[in-house]
């Protein structure tokens, strides 16, 4: 023989009542959990950026990171970056600056930028999820992030000039 569940009043009421609760809390932990791997996850507005080399001027797509919690995460834990497009750290003041390859499993090729918008180092094809120090050499205002092998098939090098709102005119 089988037991009934009643929906509103004796035996079943205190089991479904404690039931409810467990289910309820369950989908908000979930719901929470769902949307701070969403908000992990977003991807910051594609804007235009050119870079002018001897070979021509390059376009290129970034997501720019202009808070500090975006420049920590970067391109962390992403899985593909497509050819013509990057990331830019917006650091806001001219500074020597530090980048590293902790959680980032793409090579990547970093290009330090100047407050004019003027290349001044390079370091190419980073090691992926490396926590090697990669250091500005100087004061930078900006450093944009590529795929691996990008400045070497642009022929991008230092003094050349990137164009993008940043930088001003």
């Not at 809390?25 to 507005?45: H, K």
């Not at 750290?89 to 959680?103: H, I, L, R, S, Y």
């Not at 090729?109 to 980073?126: C, H, P, Q, R, Y």
């Given at each position: 023989?089988?037991?009934?569940?009643?929906?509103?009043?004796?035996?079943?009421?205190?089991?479904?009542?404690?039931?409810?609760?467990?289910?309820?809390?369950?989908?908000?932990?979930?719901?929470?959990?769902?949307?701070?791997?969403?908000?992990?996850?977003?991807?910051?507005?594609?804007?235009?950026?050119?870079?002018?080399?001897?070979?021509?001027?390059?376009?290129?797509?970034?997501?720019?990171?202009?808070?500090?919690?975006?420049?920590?995460?970067?391109?962390?834990?992403?899985?593909?970056?497509?050819?013509?497009?990057?990331?830019?750290?917006?650091?806001?003041?001219?500074q020597p600056v530090a980048m590293?390859?902790?959680?980032?499993?793409?090579?990547?090729?970093?290009?330090?930028?100047?407050?004019?918008?003027?290349?001044?180092?390079?370091?190419?094809?980073?090691?992926?999820?490396?926590?090697?120090?990669?250091?500005?050499?100087?004061?930078?205002?900006?450093?944009?992030?590529?795929?691996?092998?990008?400045?070497?098939?642009?022929?991008?090098?230092?003094?050349?000039?990137?164009?993008?709102?940043?930088?001003?005119?």
């Amino acid at each position: 023989m089988k037991k009934q569940l009643t929906l509103g009043s004796g035996r079943g009421a205190p089991a479904r009542s404690s039931f409810r609760t467990i289910l309820l809390a369950l989908l908000a932990i979930f719901s929470a959990l769902a949307g701070r791997v969403e908000a992990e996850d977003a991807r910051a507005a594609l804007e235009k950026l050119e870079i002018v080399t001897s070979s021509g001027a390059h376009q290129f797509s970034v997501e720019v990171m202009r808070t500090q919690a975006q420049r920590e995460r970067g391109l962390m834990f992403r899985r593909s970056l497509p050819a013509d497009q990057g990331m830019l750290f917006d650091f806001q003041v001219e500074q020597p600056v530090a980048m590293w390859m902790k959680n980032t499993f793409l090579p990547l090729d970093m290009v330090f930028i100047s407050k004019t918008g003027k290349v001044v180092a390079l370091a190419e094809n980073t090691e992926p999820l490396s926590r090697a120090i990669i250091p500005s050499g100087g004061p930078v205002y900006s450093v944009l992030e590529v795929n691996a092998g990008s400045a070497a098939r642009i022929g991008l090098k230092i003094g050349d000039s990137v164009r993008h709102p940043l930088f001003g005119k």
